[in-house]
């Protein structure tokens, strides 16, 4: 078989077109990318029940922790009066009645600590009636793996005591998972805590995880969507994503509840499940994930609620009529000013006092999350009166629009005569239109040509799609080569389309093992080790083999697929470069002869990455085989060849010379 690379160049590719979406489900914010180990650590959490239209949560603000009983168990109250930040006005007033009497945190499954590693504590106390001094140590099975001491500040008698933040570092003495972390006072007395946190020393830019933000950077990814997803909206709209809740200091951003505390409620277990107590303490806000994408070299793009609950699990909305909806685009001004504003501003000035006077350099901003046009529901009109006060001040904001949860529906259709109709009419009314589908494999196999037809004047962000080879709560298995190569032929045709395709990102992103809703997704962890699926690695390779331009196919890619070779060129202007790509949905190995046009020079050595698995299509990464399914890397003799093994991925590049 052979391809014939074309002297003449096709349609440009959009510089950082491959990108990441972030969304705060299976415990990928709190208990996840958010390095902190303590789990409800402002002691605000709650328990979430109920299902569509009718949800609620009940108080349960001493969720995760537990008095200790070594010397017998002092006494736990949850209390309001005098807190460190009223947005989260619950606290710790423990009573010990004997020396060291205290308490212990769960810490999602357990502590883990690396042998030689620091930790850093710090807590707000008060001493209400006490005199003494406090332990913080991390323990299993009786045994201590790190300890530290804190002297205390102690108001003279009969004066109020203010809280004080105390902190301290712990060095882990051994290796340890599944431990408890614990506050103890060394004699009877009153104490009060509030904001206790623990955090390993390397965390990056003290926020970050340092193995799952590395795992991030390592994709090369040209933006990230944040915070959402389904969170943005809510179950209802009292619990929605805020963004001006989630920045500012830390302790005084308001804890909420999850959305996807509740997913999959029934009859069956009560409108509850075992992730009641899903909750969000914003620890990264909308601050951090602006952090996040400057240090992996990713754009902005935040997505902004339009006044609706999500239309998948609530009724709720406000009327645009309402004067409250308002306030959902004032927001969206807000964001930008706060993202680009002068530090003479009110919003760009908070980000200068948080750390960052210089400007984010948002030009993205997603309006709903995942909206589609009812009888009762008037997105299209929603998307109308954001994007004209937001153009109206910020011209040069490019917009996401949304084309609802699916491609194959009314909704979808629908939402494309829209755009179709709007856009022509004014310029910039909407940058990209996003699209979401998860899939059997097979689909993306059937639909590599799925663009090829799309209108060129309206652009497409493929902003949530995935192979489901199998779908549901924890399973790492859904991860297996079969659908990373079903994904990686369907990028072929979207990269081939990079003309209407601009924006393309898998989802969802993090899953932490035992804590997921949703499966598959794209990397996995505990809360010892973390590691990418083979969609991961589909993702890296795209990223990191980019074109500038494609190069036309022909017609050729069709008779290709014939074999089951799914293929793409592209050029690479920059470092003058071919870029080859192919999917071999066969159990055969194949070669394909690379025919370049006659002035090409082309270099005696290619590199070839390949993805692929002796073990067959199921196989799948786990924390003991995190590289069972990975990239191989290789430097070659050129000799017009692509050899493409049996179930596999390939990229080559090869340099030429005209």
Partial sequence: MQLHIPQEKGVPIQPGMIGLFFEDINYAADGGLYAEMIENRSFEFVDCFGDMGDYYATHDYGYGWHPTTACGEGRMAYVMGSPVNRNNPHYLRFTATQAGQGFCNQAYSGIHLEKGMTYNVSFYARMARYQGDLTVSVEKEQQVFAQGSVACVHAPEKTWQKWIRYELTLEAKETVSGARFVIALDQPGVVEFDFISMMP??????????????????????FLRFPGGCIIEGNTLENRYRWKESVGAPEGRRSNYNRWAVHLTSAENNWHTQYAHYNQTLGIGFYEYFLLCEMIGAKPLPVLNVGLACQFQSYELVEMDEPEFAEFIQDALDLIEFANGPVNSKWGGLRAQMGHPAPFGLTMLGIGNEQWQTDKIDFFARYTAFEQAIHAVYPEIKLIGSAGPDITSERYSAAWDFYKRECPRKDGFCYAVDEHYYVKPDWFY?????????????????????????SGMNMPEANNLEGALAEAAFLTGVERNADVVVLASYAPLFARIGYAQWSPDMIWFDEEKAYGTPSYYVQKMYGENMGTVTLPMHGQDKVLEQAHLYVNASLDERTDELIVKCVNHSDADQEIDLVTPAQWQMAERMTLQTLACADGLDSYNTPAAPEKVSTRTETVAYEGRLPVPANSFVVARVKRSC
């Avoid at 003290?206 to 990814?221: I, M, Y």
């Fill in 446 to 470: 059937d639909h590599v040509h799925f663009y090829d037809n799309y209108p060129r004047n309206v652009k497409v962000f493929s902003g949530e799609y995935a192979a489901h080879p199998v």
């Fill in 201 to 222: 020393a390397d965390a990056v830019a003290g926020v970050f995880r340092r193995d799952l933000f590395e795992l991030l950077k390592g994709l090369h990814p040209g």
